[in-house]
């Protein structure tokens, strides 16, 4: 079973929702997820990332568009794409870590050790 897995990729029309899935194996522990998208020449950037919810940390070019939230009952992790805009468009990556990354580093890649296979969004106008 891969560590993280993403479901929910598709095409959407801009102006639309879209929620990603990521379910979380048994394997990893830790509670500190986080979202990343990555388009092609372009390096994989931070989307969001969450802590407790209570805590959580979103890109300028998402924040109040997007919410990041998890069901520890069903070890998921969610990604709800709200207004979408052909920018969004990119494969999205979940990733995990069981070391608790200081606030500045939370949307930074090297904050984690566990990543999905990643899933396409696209977004057309």
């Known amino acids: 079973q891969e560590p993280l897995a993403e479901s929910g990729g598709a095409s959407v029309q801009a102006g639309g929702s879209r929620t990603l899935a990521c379910a979380i194996s048994r394997d990893v522990r830790g509670n500190y997820f986080a979202w990343f998208r990555q388009t092609p020449g372009n390096l994989r950037e931070g989307v969001a990332a969450i802590e407790s919810v209570f805590s959580a940390t979103y890109a300028d070019s998402v924040r109040g568009r997007f919410t990041i939230s998890k069901d520890s009952a069903k070890n998921t992790l969610y990604l709800q794409m709200n207004n979408l805009e052909p920018e969004d468009t990119a494969t999205y990556y979940c990733?995990?870590?069981?070391?608790?990354?200081?606030?500045?580093?939370?949307?930074?890649?090297?904050?984690?050790?566990?990543w999905g296979q990643g899933i396409r969004v696209t977004v057309s106008s």
């Open positions: 990733a995990g870590t069981h070391l608790k990354p200081r606030p500045e580093n939370r949307l930074l890649n090297s904050a984690y050790v566990y």
